[in-house]
């Protein structure tokens, strides 16, 4: 698709610098050796560690991290019980470790759950008196947060590269979004090599999600041709990349691609920001914090669009070509953009509909309210391309059943 692409040598570590400095490619990893050295010249002598309980030895990235804070008289400490959907008491309980500690930074080893949480540590190291709730609800404004470093394992969440988090205040069924220039990673490394023991469901979702940031960050009022730009490359390189490293989960290239890609959409909603489907994915895995964000994303997907495309025709015949050919710029082909998108969906396994995932009409109510109640998701809604009033959003519900 791309000349340029064999052009490349996947084993060559590049340096990409958006407001993080991103060490890209195959054997990344081993620049943590750099980053601890000069951490410990700065006088960072003890860190915590954000990770889930497994990918983070699983992938063998902990035994260079390791390795290179030992080398360099950094003590840490490890958080290991980040889950999927990370929540504010387990930010209190690693927040709470770090400061008994005393760390000075914040390193992170996982997909975007352990990133969120951990630049929501590196805020709240800066201020001993809030709490993750306090600061999910917006109860003060951070202008600090200790470094931090994101060490990536999937290809997906862009988290690594942008200043948003997300977390789920579990006793009210919120799962705002923060973003503060102060929780950009300082340093992020992304190294597909790592990535290649993702399960084929966490292949699939993740790079779905990858699609979903970009299709929004391109359609909101605030887009830019940066944004239009980086999102049609974005699909293109899904669209190629991802049937591969599904038939072959070992293939190193299609793992780069695929990293290069959530990579760049991270910058993407950086810049375009996110509106309909991440509003509406919220509430779902708020209610249920087992399921996937990106297989709920999947799920809204071809809605949204069915919603968006008269308002944006032009903007999505052209991004979303690489997987739906031949789209008209105008309203008339909406039901062939929705359709064609969920073909797509399904031509990479992922067909499901949020019946399958037990949610029912029953649900659609709460959910909507959640949607507009939830802090931070009326500001994404704010900013979708067409007017997002409660009977759009249940019906866009609906329509995923």
Not at 70 to 91: C, M
Not at 221 to 241: D, F, G, H, W
Not at 288 to 309: C, Q, T
């Amino acid at each position: 698709m791309f000349a340029w692409e064999k052009d490349l040598d996947i084993d060559e570590v590049k340096e990409i610098r958006t407001r993080t400095t991103v060490y890209f490619g195959c054997g990344a990893i081993h620049k943590i050796e750099d980053i601890a050295k000069a951490y410990a010249a700065r006088g960072i002598n003890k860190v915590i560690v954000m990770s889930g309980k497994n990918a983070y030895k699983s992938t063998g990235a902990w035994d260079v991290v390791e390795k290179a804070l030992k080398a360099n008289n950094i003590g840490y400490i490890n958080y290991d019980k980040v889950t999927p959907n990370p929540t504010t008491d387990a930010i209190d309980e690693a927040t709470k470790m770090a400061r008994e500690f005393g760390a000075k930074a914040v390193i992170t080893i996982g997909g975007g759950s352990p990133t969120d949480a951990g630049k929501s540590v590196a805020i709240l190291l800066k201020y001993p008196n809030e709490t993750g709730s306090n600061l999910y609800e917006f109860k003060f404004t951070p202008t600090e947060a200790v470094p931090i470093v994101a060490i990536n394992l999937t290809h997906g969440t862009g988290s690594e590269t942008n200043r948003f988090a997300v977390a789920t205040i579990l006793d009210k069924n919120y799962k705002p979004a923060i973003a503060y220039d102060c929780i950009y990673p300082e340093f992020a490394i992304d190294d597909p090599a790592l990535m290649a023991g993702l399960s084929p469901k966490q292949t699939r979702y993740v790079s779905i999600d990858a699609v979903n940031h970009v299709v929004e960050a391109a359609t909101s009022i605030v887009a830019s041709p940066y944004s239009i730009t980086l999102a049609r490359q974005v699909i293109e390189l899904v669209s190629k990349y991802l049937p591969l490293a599904i038939k072959n989960p070992q293939d190193k290239e299609s793992r780069y691609y695929l990293c290069y890609a959530a990579m760049i959409a991270g910058v993407c909603f950086d810049n375009g920001l996110l509106h309909y489907t991440h509003a509406l994915e919220h509430p779902l895995s708020a209610m249920k914090p087992d399921f996937s964000h990106g297989l709920g994303l999947a799920i809204l997907l071809p809605a949204v669009i069915r919603n968006i495309y008269p308002a944006k025709a032009e903007t999505l015949a052209y991004i979303l070509e690489p997987i739906v050919s031949g789209l008209k710029a105008n309203k008339e082909d909406t039901e062939k953009a929705a359709t064609g998108v969920y073909e797509w969906l399904k031509s990479v396994d992922v067909s499901n509909k949020l019946k399958d995932e037990g949610f029912t009409e029953a649900d659609v109510e709460k959910l909507t309210n959640l949607a507009f109640t939830t802090p931070s998701l009326d500001g994404l809604l704010g900013i979708a391309p067409t007017k997002a009033t409660k009977e759009a959003v249940a019906t866009i519900y609906r329509e995923s059943l």
